[in-house]
């Protein structure tokens, strides 16, 4: 069975500074699909980034990057230039290729944004 | 677009109650699926399903049935509440095959006494 892991329950960081937000997951797989998403208090699970694990690119979206190492099984978020509305839980989920929404999270980090 | 539509919002329950939480999603999406979110823990799988009639097991399935009789709706029924039911639930919609998003309702609390 697969295994997402989040190490940091919480995280901190300054507005308009940079953060990491590791991830760490376990499959015998080699072809799959790895996600950040975001929950504000809302509750509403919001995509923020996909990463296929074929692609040896690492995926962007405006201020969020992934650094993908398929290798050490490693896919942590980095947030540049932080924003209060960046606050949330973010989860980091692992899917197997065509597998539709049969989703294994992690446990989730706290990402706290300081004024 | 009402996308993924979960009612009710909240709910409480008393032990030994019944239930149906539904779930309706208006994108034509062939897989339809259900998680539990408790504190300190990412969502888990509890149900889910590719298509009209066909229904499978996820990592929780105790305590919980399913059925898809259309393919807009799945509803999530408890059958006899357990306080260790207490959880926030969301239902989730996608398209089947490799480039697929999956889309999420609003949640569902839920709270056994």
């Known amino acids: ?115 | 677009n009402a996308g993924v539509t979960q009612t009710p919002k909240f709910q409480v329950l008393k032990t030994g109650q019944s239930m149906t939480l539904q779930c309706a999603q208006d994108m034509n999406h062939e897989y339809m699926s259900w998680y539990r979110q408790d504190p300190g823990m990412g969502l888990r799988l509890i149900h889910y399903s590719v298509g009209a009639g066909i229904t499978d097991q996820g990592e929780v399935p105790n305590g919980y049935n399913v059925s898809r009789s259309t393919t807009e709706d799945f509803p999530l029924r408890l059958l006899s509440a357990a306080p260790s039911q207490t959880s926030v639930y969301f239902c989730a919609s996608s398209y089947l095959g490799q480039d697929t998003e999956a889309f999420f309702g609003q949640g569902t609390r839920l709270t056994v006494v």
């Open chain 1, 1 to 115: 069975a697969q295994t997402v892991t989040q190490s940091q329950p919480e995280m901190s960081v300054q507005e308009a500074e940079t953060v990491t937000l590791s991830c760490t997951y376990d499959t015998s797989e080699s072809d799959y699909y790895l996600f950040w998403y975001k929950q504000p208090p809302s509750r509403q699970m919001i995509l923020v980034i996909r990463q296929e694990a074929y692609k040896q690119q690492n995926a962007t979206e405006n201020r969020f990057s992934v650094n993908f190492q398929k290798a050490a099984k490693s896919f942590s978020l980095k947030i540049s230039d932080s924003q209060l509305g960046d606050a949330a839980m973010y989860f980091c989920a692992y899917r197997p290729e065509n597998a539709g929404n049969m989703l294994t999270f992690g446990g989730g980090t706290r990402l706290m944004v300081k004024p």
